[in-house]
């Protein structure tokens, strides 16, 4: 061990003494509201290491509380995407819900509008896979009392005919199919010509004459001699009207009055039996907004198809006199009932 010298022990033992009085000094002395200047001098010392430990601290728990909150808002947002998605269905399956109730109310109103006329409503539940095929499914059978060859309708116009029959389902042959057709008339001039499908949207009326003035707008409705469909129902509205010079006959596109590629609910006609007509319905070219206001005859022929047709262009029938409904003709070529 190394010896100090005198001189440096004596400054040293000069220094601890003067630290002590210091120290003695400075706890004696009060400064202002009566702190001593010793505890002033300790806290001022440890004040700086308090600060750098609190900022360490913060640093380290607002970190941490940062991770955490979003962690926990990442959980949130998941779940308040399940539960926007899970709203979204609901609001979707309400509106379907509404539209399904306002199309049932509008058919009903519309059956019982034509109480006198028996009519079983259905529900569409199906459509045939065959991209060429115009058939649909009804959830009515032969259990309740449907038959082939009925007429099918909305309160808009004609679908088809019941082509096939099972006990709790039955196919419809849309009137769009290429194989269907239905009698019609044109509302103006009372022109008679059949209306065949073409597997396409539209409509085709054919065998009216290039003198039969024919206009874009015009209603087509049913003439009631294919023993299908009452008198006067809305089979469409007349899009063009061609002549064509190499027939004689002019090419006339039609648009179905019914929406027949939205068929959800629809109305199965159980009668063919004519209808009596009201007051005030029975004039040519009454409005096809009212179907059925001036029922004609279904017939009783059950080999009759829904297709027409003729050689020639049917003639306007002259008025005939009014017939009651159990005398009506059985060939379907008597006057408006």
């Known amino acids: 061990m190394l010896a100090i010298p005198s001189r440096h022990r004596s400054l ?14 400075a706890a004696q002395i009060k400064r202002e509201q009566q702190v001593r200047l010793i505890r002033v001098w300790a806290i001022e010392g440890v004040t700086p290491l308090g600060r750098a430990a609190a900022w360490i601290s913060d640093g380290v728990y607002g970190a941490w509380s940062g991770y955490v909150a979003l962690w926990h808002m990442r959980k949130e947002n998941v779940e308040l995407r399940a539960e926007r998605d899970l709203l979204k269905m609901r609001n979707a399956e309400l509106v379907g819900r509404a539209a399904e109730a306002e199309r049932l109310s ?32 009804l959830s009515r059978g032969s259990r309740d009392g449907v038959r082939r060859d ?41 022109t008679q010509a059949p209306v065949n499908g073409s597997g396409e949207p539209l409509l085709g009326m ?11 707008g015009e209603a087509v409705l049913t003439s ?3 023993r299908i469909f009452p008198k006067d129902l809305p089979v469409g509205t007349v899009l063009e009207a061609k002549p064509d010079r190499h027939t004689g006959f002019q ?76 005398s009506a003709p059985a060939s379907g070529s008597g006057g408006p009932l």
């Open 12 to 25: 040293t033992l000069l220094a601890v003494v003067l630290g002590l009085q210091l120290l003695l000094l």
């Open 106 to 137: 509008a058919l009903l109103g519309f059956r019982d509008a034509h109480s006198e006329v028996p009519m079983l409503p259905a529900r569409v539940i199906g459509a045939s896979p065959d991209v060429g095929s115009r058939i649909v499914f």
């Open 150 to 190: 009925l007429g099918v309708i909305t309160p808009d116009g004609v679908v088809g005919k019941v082509l096939a029959v099972f006990p709790d389902t039955s196919q419809v042959l849309l009137l769009s199919d290429k194989e269907s057709g239905v009698g019609a008339l044109l509302a103006t001039s009372r």
């Open 206 to 216: 054919e065998y009216v004459s290039n003198e039969v003035k024919v206009e874009a």
């Open 224 to 226: 009631g001699q294919d």
């Open 251 to 326: 090419q006339i596109k039609v648009k179905p009055a019914a929406r027949l590629n939205q068929l959800e609910e629809v109305l199965v006609l159980l009668t063919r039996q004519e209808f009596a007509p009201r007051k005030g319905s029975d004039a040519p070219g009454a409005s096809p907004s009212t179907p059925l206001s001036s029922g004609a005859s279904n017939g009783a022929s059950s080999g009759a198809t829904a297709r027409v047709n003729p050689a020639a262009p049917v003639a306007t029938p002259p008025p005939a006199r009014k017939l009651p409904a159990a």
